[in-house]
């Protein structure tokens, strides 16, 4: 058995997770000519070389030998066509007509002063510098045992640590991002969008500094700046010895999480989430069964109003012809094509372009190249308009499907999209046991074999789709129920589990 997503393509993918069987026929009397694993391709028909192989309908490469019928297809044999050109692309020429909206959903969240709403009610620390780090770990290791039983309402205690804040050219056009991204960060609508900072006290990013706002705002809401005093910075420099500053942190918590407790969950409509969509350990899958129903999920969210993100700058680049025609407006496809050119630029002047993207696990589940894999990747996106881009870090402000750009490495687009999400999902096909501190992480698995071996770690399979026991757009309603109810409350297995990766906001400035 094998599946062909477009009726022009000339290879399919196995599904069967013994893989295709010599000598066996398929459909249309297709014969398989060799052992091919699950997940990679078979030529459905002679391919001579230098012919285009396509998948998606769309070229992923071009064959280096004659290819017969019912072979494999292996990476080998697939050319990587060159990168697209960014300079005639078509600028909003076929825009989808607006969705049918879709009312009456809702979740239950935190409402926050300035407009944006919690999924969760967290204590944070937030943190200007590495330095700080190991203290403040220290300090919310004792919060939770000393402090947060007695503080029934609040979900958990979080030391918002990251690499960031010294030791860096801060004065780089670079450094805008991640001072950005972190600003936002502890600005976070599930830490009430209120900071609580740990400084060390000489370093160089200074508390005034994360919050200055240094650029205009780009979207239409005013970025609310908080004041900073003593009873929400804590400066390590100003104490005496080790016990005093974690007495400090450990009175300023308290303070907060009186505050924190007596917040309640009320009924928000859908439109309050701000979902950001992201994909890792891809498969050949990932593009015929997770990223398409996520998508389909994207899309009811846009119909009820909510902000759907999606990013990964290296694996939109190569679907980014397919992107442009459906921005809303010229500008908007003008800004992504913007975020592709500076990207291939930050990429050339490392010596390496976008095909440094793809990782042997993706090579090991069946795919070639990245641009198979980011016309798989970009389903996550859906079928609407797009609607605005965001440039590394920003803060999103925009309803419907948002560009967010951040870099496609799990750790560091998760860090980026926590600027503005408040709900995370992430699909996978070799599997990550990935997870987020400050948002619920929703893991959808793209083959039912992970998820049945992962039982305790995937969400909701989307394999299921493979093998016809379930539609795109069932997956995806359970996904979209499945969102509502995470944001609601519902822990995901990430949470269950406490997995947290680590904070890596995207530093393209030099360090010192
Ligand atoms: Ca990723």
Redesign the pocket.
Same mark, same amino acid.
């Given at each position: 058995m094998y599946i062909r997503v477009n009726p022009r393509d000339n290879v399919a993918i196995a599904v069967e997770p013994e893989g295709l069987t010599p000598g066996t026929t398929e459909a249309g009397g297709l014969v398989v000519r060799e052992r091919i694993p699950q997940a990679h391709k078979i030529a459905l028909r002679p391919i001579a070389a230098g012919e285009p192989i396509l998948r998606y309908g769309e070229v992923i490469g071009y064959a280096s030998r004659d290819i017969l019928p019912g072979s494999w297809v292996r990476e080998e044999l697939v050319e990587m066509p060159a990168a697209r050109p960014l300079d005639e692309l078509p600028l909003a020429t076929a825009v989808p007509a607006a969705p049918p909206p879709l009312d009456g959903y809702t979740f239950e969240g935190y409402a926050n002063p300035d407009g944006s709403v919690g999924t969760r009610n967290l204590l944070g620390i937030g943190t200007t510098v590495q330095c700080v780090a190991p203290t403040v770990d220290y300090a919310v290791g004792r919060i939770r045992t000393e402090l947060l039983p007695r503080f029934p309402n609040v979900d958990g205690a979080v030391a918002v640590t990251h690499s960031y804040g010294c030791g860096v050219a801060i004065d780089a056009p670079g450094a805008a991002i991640p001072i950005r991204t972190l600003r936002h960060i502890a600005l976070h609508a599930n830490l009430a969008a209120d900071p609580l900072m740990v400084s060390l006290g000489c370093e160089k990013l200074q508390p005034a500094r994360l919050f200055a706002a240094s650029e205009p705002p780009t979207g239409q809401r005013p970025e609310s700046l908080p004041i900073l005093d003593a009873s929400n910075v804590i400066r390590l420099q100003d104490e005496r010895g080790f016990s005093e500053m974690v007495a400090a942190i450990l009175r300023a918590a308290e303070k907060r999480l009186e505050r924190l407790n007596r917040r309640r969950r009320t009924t928000c409509p859908a439109s309050d989430l701000v979902v950001g969509l992201? +994909?890792?350990g891809s498969d050949a899958f990932s593009g015929v069964t997770a990223n398409p129903a996520v998508g389909f999920a994207a899309d009811l969210l846009v119909r009820a109003g909510a902000t759907v993100l999606f990013s990964?700058i290296t694996e939109v680049r190569d679907a980014v012809h397919l992107l442009t025609p459906r921005a809303a407006t010229p500008d908007v496809a003008r800004a992504l094509i913007q975020e592709m050119r500076w990207y291939d630029e930050y990429l050339a002047r490392g010596g390496a372009d976008r095909s440094a993207n793809t990782t042997p696990g993706n090579k090991r589940g069946g795919l070639a190249n990245i641009v198979e894999k980011a016309l798989g990747s970009v389903a996550k996106a859906g079928s609407t308009a797009l609607c605005a881009v965001a440039s590394h870090g920003e803060k999103v402000t925009s309803k419907g499907l948002v560009f967010a750009a951040t870099p496609?490495?799990?750790f560091i +687009?998760g860090t980026g999209q926590l600027a503005s999400m408040n709900l995370h999902v992430f699909t996978t096909g070799e599997g990550s046991p990935y997870g987020l501190a400050l948002v619920p992480v929703v893991k959808v698995s793209s083959r039912t074999a992970l998820a049945e071996k992962w039982p305790d770690l995937i969400d909701l399979d989307a394999g299921r789709i493979a093998t016809g026991q379930a539609t795109i757009e069932e997956v995806g309603w359970e996904l979209f129920r499945f969102i509502l109810a995470a944001a609601s409350g519902r822990q995901t297995w990430a949470e269950h589990w406490g997995l947290a990766n680590a904070m890596a906001p995207f530093n393209p400035g030099p360090v010192t």
């Open positions: 992201q +994909c890792g990964e496609a490495s799990d +687009c």
